[in-house]
């Protein structure tokens, strides 16, 4: 493991030998003096901290020391119904990956996903990875300015969801009709190491479904 | 019991204490951009050092208060008038019902943090709209008449960084050397320097983010994460403003210069109990002159 800092308020963790999700859980239920929070995101965990209470020495112990999961399943699967109908870049990434609106639907939904990271804005998953044929589509030239709240964009190997409205920069090929995030009542179903299905619907199930929560 | 934002142009939100805990889940913790400005502005009206306070960012408008409530402001220099008359700066003064208060003419610094006996209710997210209705604890009592020291946040020509986990994509030296400019595009979420190009950034996995954290973009730019920065950032981050500088972005204007310091981290550390000390010793002052210095 190699413990960059990042000025003298947060610390990054790298090179770890366990799920980055592991990590952050197991700092976070540690009560290590000084320690504020830890969080996920793909390879890393930052680790947010007090400079007046933070014992780096002993820090490097706690992080050799942290117990081997047996297992490295996910907590647990959600599963997000989307409608591709929705999507409106879903046609401008089929043409830039040269196949079918049909053949992006499918592999998008060929497997499950694995919540990486929450970040970029409150409730946004960041879910890999994506299989070969729809990889590398490029962000937009220039992002939007709105972004409907459960768009599923993908870019790269990624794909994730815009839970609320963000100038959004990937390309928008789904959309969910669940609420997966509201600040107010602290209501963030989605966490980092859960695995993520998506289920296919059509527009007037969404329109059952819209607004829905876990 | 309130205050009423009557009109205003500027941005003003209800900011205290940062809220941490969330960023699992993509929130960051907020808070005061200024939290010297900020303790200064409660300890004058008798608060603990973090309550809700309004925080002004080159702001212009008025609020109308609708009660007895003891305020103070303190931040940035502006002026400040009740019914008209411009109050002295950096000092507690009272309202009553019906009261105009206008805040206008930031002339150095960018925020003012506008504080109230009791604290503001933090019920309103985001960007106060006109006719919000800004809750605080009715006031029966003198006003405490101390004068709070200019905040050294104010002094902002010059922030000390400490090096980041990229640190090796951009020459310190020339960093060092280099004076930036700021433009328009700063706010709670970030401050975008213009200036010299001194290195560009690969693509490279999202990686946690902080407060002070100088990320690089593509086109060779750096911006500086602020108290609502993203808790996750796909930029390399080449350095990291130290603790005790962070009032000073908070205090930054479009159009000034700003100039960087190398500083190690050990330094960092030693700084950022150094600024503690000192804002606790001045918070002391504050209380223990308050009360006694009444002017009824």
Redesign the interface.
């Known amino acids: 493991m190699q413990i960059?800092?990042?000025?003298?308020?947060?610390l990054?963790v790298r090179d770890l030998v366990l799920p980055s999700y592991h990590v952050?859980d197991l700092l976070?239920v540690s009560r290590f003096p000084g320690l504020?929070?830890a969080?996920?995101?793909?390879?890393?965990?930052?680790v947010?901290l007090d400079?007046?209470e933070f014992d780096y020495e002993g820090f490097e112990s706690l992080l050799e020391g942290l117990p081997v999961l047996e297992s490295e399943k996910p907590r647990r699967t959600l599963s997000i119904p989307i409608c591709y109908e929705l999507g409106e870049d879903l046609q401008g990434v089929a043409n830039s990956l040269g196949i079918s609106k049909d053949e992006v639907i499918s592999e998008h939904l060929s497997h499950a996903y694995l919540c990486y990271?929450?970040?970029?804005?409150?409730?946004?998953p960041?879910l890999g990875y994506l299989s070969r044929p729809i990889s590398g589509v490029p962000r937009l030239p220039s992002p939007r300015a709105h972004t409907e709240p459960g768009s599923v964009g993908i870019t790269g190997r990624q794909t994730g969801i815009y839970p609320i409205d963000r100038p959004g920069g990937w390309p928008i090929i789904a959309r969910t009709p669940l609420t997966l995030?509201d600040?107010?009542t602290?209501y963030?179903p989605i966490?980092?190491g859960d695995e993520i299905l998506f289920r296919r619907i059509d527009e007037s199930e969404f329109n059952k479904l819209k607004g829905l929560r876990f | 019991m309130s205050l009423i934002l009557r009109q205003g142009y500027g941005i003003a939100t209800i900011q205290g204490a940062p809220n941490p805990g969330y960023r699992k889940f993509g929130v960051p913790p907020g808070g005061a951009f200024d939290m010297i400005s900020l303790a200064f502005a409660n300890a004058l009206v008798g608060n603990v050092s973090d309550l809700p306070t309004v925080e002004l960012a080159l702001f212009t408008g008025t609020f109308e208060s609708t009660s007895k409530h003891l305020l103070a402001a303190v931040g940035a220099e502006a002026e400040i008038l009740v019914n008209g008359t411009q109050l002295p700066n950096r000092r507690s003064f009272l309202v009553s019902k019906g009261d105009s208060i206008e805040v206008k003419s930031f002339t150095r610094g960018c925020r003012l943090y506008l504080a109230s006996k009791g604290g503001f209710f933090h019920t309103l997210e985001g960007p106060l709209p006109r006719g919000a209705e800004l809750e605080s604890a009715i006031f029966e009592g003198p006003p405490a008449a101390s004068e709070a020291p200019e905040p050294s946040s104010l002094a902002n020509e010059k922030l000390r960084i400490v090096p980041g986990p990229h640190a090796n994509l951009i020459d310190f030296s020339q960093l060092e050397a280099s004076t930036f400019k700021l433009g328009v595009k700063m706010d709670r979420v970030g401050i975008r320097l213009e200036g010299p190009i001194l290195g560009s950034a690969p693509e490279l996995p999202s990686e946690p983010s902080v407060m002070g954290a100088i990320q690089l973009t593509p086109a060779g730019e750096l911006i500086i994460h602020g108290p609502d920065g993203p808790t996750v950032g796909g930029y390399p981050k080449v350095a990291a403003v130290i603790s005790a500088d962070w009032p000073k972005m908070g205090q930054l204007t479009p159009g000034q210069e700003l100039k960087f310091e190398l500083d190690s981290l050990r330094q960092a550390r030693i700084m950022a109990e150094r600024h503690e000390r000192k804002l606790r010793s001045q918070l002391a002052e504050l209380f223990k002159k308050g009360p006694s210095d009444s002017t009824g």
Not at chain 1, 5 to 10: C, F, K, R
Not at chain 1, 39 to 46: D, F, M
């Open positions: 960059d800092p990042l000025g003298d308020t947060a990054i952050a976070n504020i929070e969080v996920a995101s793909y390879e890393t965990v930052g947010f400079p007046a990271a929450i970040g970029f804005c409150p409730g946004f960041f995030v600040e107010a602290h963030f966490h980092a």
